[in-house]
């Protein structure tokens, strides 16, 4: 998720796109200055809305970087639904991808987190 922006950050009008030495260093650096957003989209009648789960940095989240460990967590955690991973760079948004778990048998437990946070932040 991060190729893209760090091509995009490397790249200047004098020298062009950098070699990727160059983008391996910039990821490198900015890995551990970044951070991710679990999403779950929730539909409310006719509008889809992405509810936050959770933020946390790229480096907590190290061992989700396989597919199987990151798509096992979410039924875990989260149970049946359609998730949107949001990528940051500081306050910059960097990349985002979908993922879906598909089981029907397990339960929606990112309904009690979405309501939780929704109850928070209306008392604030």
Not at 41 to 69: H, Q, S, W, Y
Request: charged share 30%.
């Amino acid at each position: 998720m991060f190729s893209e922006y760090v091509r995009k950050i490397r790249r200047t009008a004098s020298t062009g796109a950098p070699p990727i030495e160059g983008i391996k260093e910039k990821y490198k650096q900015i890995f551990h200055e970044s951070s991710v957003k679990f999403l779950v989209e929730e539909k409310v009648g006719m509008i889809v809305v992405f509810n936050e789960l959770e933020e946390r940095t790229t480096g907590e989240l190290r061992p989700l970087m396989d597919l199987l460990a990151l798509m096992a967590y979410l039924a875990k955690t989260y149970g049946h639904g359609k998730y949107k991973i949001n990528l940051y760079h500081g306050m910059t948004f960097v990349a985002t991808h979908n993922f879906k778990v598909e089981d029907e048998s397990l339960p929606e437990h990112w309904r009690e987190i979405v309501a939780k946070n929704k109850g928070r932040n209306h008392y604030k």
